[in-house]
């Protein structure tokens, strides 16, 4: 069964930065499309960033700029490094593949999820 493994999630600083490692097993990763997405209490799940196997991007209009998505194909990983954390970032982050090879913002569009880790960054 394929599975996604999240890790790196934390405690930090306004200001700060932290990479989220998410790690594929089960066969699952291949050409497909990674994403991570994001879901702070009340709020709906909103992506954050998402990337092809060639390494095109895509990143949530709140993101752009501080973060960054990138994948290591050979180990089956995707990254997202976060700079410049700010108190609206403090959020459960899940990493997702995706149904296609493009593209997507659309959660119905990923089919794999994560567990999911926490980001809290205090002020």
């Known amino acids: 069964q394929g599975q996604l493994v999240e890790s790196g999630g934390g405690l930090v600083q306004t200001g700060g930065s932290l990479r989220l490692s998410c790690a594929a097993s089960g066969g699952i990763f291949s050409t497909n499309v990674m994403g991570w997405f994001r879901q702070a209490p009340g709020k709906e799940r909103e992506i954050v960033a998402a990337i092809t196997w060639s390494g095109g991007r895509t990143y949530g209009d709140s993101v752009k700029g501080r973060f960054t998505i990138s994948r290591d194909n050979g180990k089956s990983t995707v990254y997202l490094q976060m700079n410049s954390l700010k108190s609206e970032d403090a959020a459960v982050y899940y990493c997702?593949?995706?149904?296609?090879?493009?593209?997507?913002?659309?959660?119905?569009?990923?089919?794999?999820w994560g567990q999911g880790t926490q980001v809290t960054v205090s002020s």
């Open positions: 997702a593949r995706g149904k296609y090879t493009r593209l997507s913002s659309e959660r119905r569009l990923y089919d794999y």
